[in-house]
């Protein structure tokens, strides 16, 4: 458990991480995952084990790198060259 009360379990297979689940404070759970395959199969297990005890379904699809960038995790675009590494 995290400070602010939020929860998280990996999933693995065959030693590669698949997928992550994340229970907030509020009660919501959420699927993550870096593939859309990876993710409905993880959606269709959580729903097959959880079968009516969830109450509302949300798919929403978000761009890793756009993610990142939001979150300021690359100072700017100019410190990259042209093949997208890190320069200087």
């Known amino acids: 458990m995290q400070d602010d009360g939020t929860s998280a379990v990996t999933f693995q297979k065959n030693g590669a991480i698949v997928g992550r689940a994340v229970v907030t404070p509020v009660g919501e759970l959420r699927l993550e995952s870096d593939s859309l395959r990876?993710?409905?199969?993880l959606r269709r297990t959580v729903?097959?084990?959880?079968?009516?005890?969830?109450?509302?379904?949300?798919?929403?699809?978000?761009?890793?790198?756009?993610?990142?960038?939001?979150?300021?995790?690359?100072?700017?675009?100019?410190?990259f060259d042209d093949s997208g590494w890190r320069c200087c």
């Open 38 to 41: 990876r993710a409905a199969a």
């Open 47 to 79: 729903e097959k084990a959880c079968r009516g005890l969830l109450t509302a379904h949300r798919r929403a699809e978000t761009d890793p790198l756009e993610t990142l960038l939001d979150e300021g995790a690359f100072v700017d675009a100019e410190d």
